[in-house]
C-alpha cells in the first residue's frame, strides 16, 4: 500500500519587475537539502543554479528563471523561505559605533524591493546615437560568472554592462544585442566617452535591490543604530 502524500500549501506573490502574480508553493525538505548542499559548497553558480532550480519547481515551471532579473530571483526565493521555514530570520548586525554585532530578528515578509522599477532605460548619448538597457538576467550574470577569474575589475563590469544591452541604435537601424559579439559590445563601451558611459553605469548603479530599513539599540553601547539590509545573502 502506498504511503499517503501531503498536499503543500498554495501561495501568490507578485513579481517586482513585471507586476506578474504568480501561485507557488514552500519548498520541500528534498529541495531543501539540495539548497544547503549548494549554500555549502560556496560556488556561487552552484548556488545560483540550486535557486533556479527550487523556483521552478515550487512554481511548477510557471517562472523561468533564467529569464528573471537578480533580483526578481532574490525576492521570490525570499518569499519561499519565508514559507518554507519561517517568516522570521535571526541575523548578525555589526553596530556602526563600536562595532559589536548584535542579534536582530527580521520579519522576512517585510522585506521588498527597493528602488525605480523600469522594464527598460533609454540612454541618449548623442543626438542620433543610443543604447536600450535591461535589468541583467540570471542567465548573463551567470555568463559574466564563467569569465575568467584573473580578470581584472574593469574587465568583469564591461561584461556585466554588456548583458544588460539590449539594443543599439542610430538613426538607420537598431542593432540587437543578442546578434552580436560581446567582443563588438565592448569595443562600442570602449568608444564612449566618460560622461556617456557614466549615464550607462548610472543605470546598474541605481538598479532595484533587495531592502530593508532596521533601527536597533547596540547590545554593548546602547547607541542607536538606523541600517539598510540588501541583498539575499544578508537576510540568511
Same mark, same amino acid.
Given at each position: 500500500?502506498?504511503?499517503?502524500?501531503?498536499?503543500?500549501?498554495?501561495?501568490?506573490?507578485?513579481?517586482?519587475?513585471?507586476?506578474?502574480?504568480?501561485?507557488?508553493?514552500?519548498?520541500?525538505?528534498?529541495? &531543501?537539502? !539540495?539548497?544547503?548542499?549548494a549554500?555549502e559548497? /560556496?560556488?556561487? $553558480?552552484?548556488?545560483?543554479?540550486?535557486?533556479?532550480? @527550487? +523556483?521552478?519547481?515550487?512554481?511548477?515551471?510557471?517562472?523561468?528563471?533564467?529569464?528573471?532579473?537578480i533580483?526578481?530571483l532574490?525576492?521570490?526565493?525570499?518569499?519561499?523561505?519565508?514559507?518554507?521555514?519561517?517568516e522570521h530570520?535571526?541575523?548578525?548586525?555589526?553596530?556602526?559605533?563600536c562595532?559589536?554585532?548584535?542579534?536582530?530578528?527580521i520579519n522576512? &515578509?517585510e !522585506?521588498?524591493?527597493?528602488?525605480?522599477?523600469? /522594464?527598460?532605460? $533609454?540612454?541618449?548619448?548623442?543626438?542620433?546615437?543610443? @543604447? +536600450?538597457?535591461?535589468?541583467?538576467?540570471?542567465?548573463?550574470?551567470?555568463?559574466t560568472?564563467?569569465?575568467?577569474?584573473?580578470k581584472?575589475n574593469?574587465?568583469?563590469?564591461m561584461?556585466?554592462?554588456?548583458?544588460?544591452?539590449?539594443?543599439?541604435?542610430?538613426?538607420?537601424?537598431?542593432?540587437m544585442a543578442?546578434?552580436?559579439?560581446?567582443?563588438?559590445?565592448?569595443?562600442?563601451?570602449?568608444?564612449?566617452?566618460?560622461?556617456?558611459?557614466?549615464?550607462?553605469?548610472?543605470?546598474?548603479?541605481?538598479?532595484?535591490k533587495?531592502?530593508h530599513?532596521?533601527?536597533?539599540?547596540?547590545?554593548?553601547?546602547?547607541?542607536?543604530?538606523?541600517?539598510?539590509?540588501?541583498?539575499?545573502?544578508?537576510f540568511?
Open positions: 500500500m502506498a504511503l499517503p502524500k501531503i498536499a503543500a500549501p498554495k501561495y501568490n506573490l507578485v513579481v517586482p519587475s513585471t507586476g506578474e502574480e504568480i501561485n507557488y508553493r514552500p519548498y520541500l525538505v528534498k529541495e &531543501e537539502k !539540495v539548497l544547503m548542499l549554500m559548497s /560556496k560556488d556561487q $553558480n552552484q548556488q545560483i543554479n540550486a535557486l533556479k532550480d @527550487v +523556483i521552478t519547481g515550487c512554481t511548477e515551471g510557471k517562472i523561468k528563471a533564467d529569464k528573471l532579473s533580483f526578481d532574490e525576492y521570490i526565493f525570499l518569499k519561499l523561505r519565508s514559507k518554507s521555514v519561517g530570520s535571526d541575523i548578525m548586525v555589526k553596530c556602526n559605533h562595532e559589536a554585532k548584535n542579534s536582530i530578528s522576512l &515578509e !522585506v521588498e524591493v527597493s528602488g525605480d522599477l523600469q /522594464k527598460e532605460s $533609454n540612454i541618449k548619448l548623442t543626438d542620433t546615437v543610443g @543604447v +536600450i538597457l535591461k535589468y541583467p538576467t540570471v542567465k548573463g550574470f551567470q555568463r560568472l564563467g569569465k575568467d577569474k584573473n581584472d574593469i574587465e568583469q563590469i561584461s556585466t554592462i554588456t548583458s544588460m544591452i539590449d539594443s543599439i541604435y542610430d538613426e538607420e537601424e537598431v542593432y543578442e546578434n552580436e559579439s560581446e567582443k563588438a559590445l565592448v569595443e562600442f563601451l570602449e568608444s564612449l566617452t566618460s560622461d556617456q558611459f557614466k549615464k550607462i553605469t548610472d543605470f546598474m548603479t541605481n538598479m532595484p533587495l531592502s530599513d532596521i533601527s536597533f539599540d547596540c547590545e554593548s553601547c546602547k547607541e542607536n543604530n538606523q541600517v539598510v539590509i540588501e541583498g539575499l545573502q544578508n540568511f
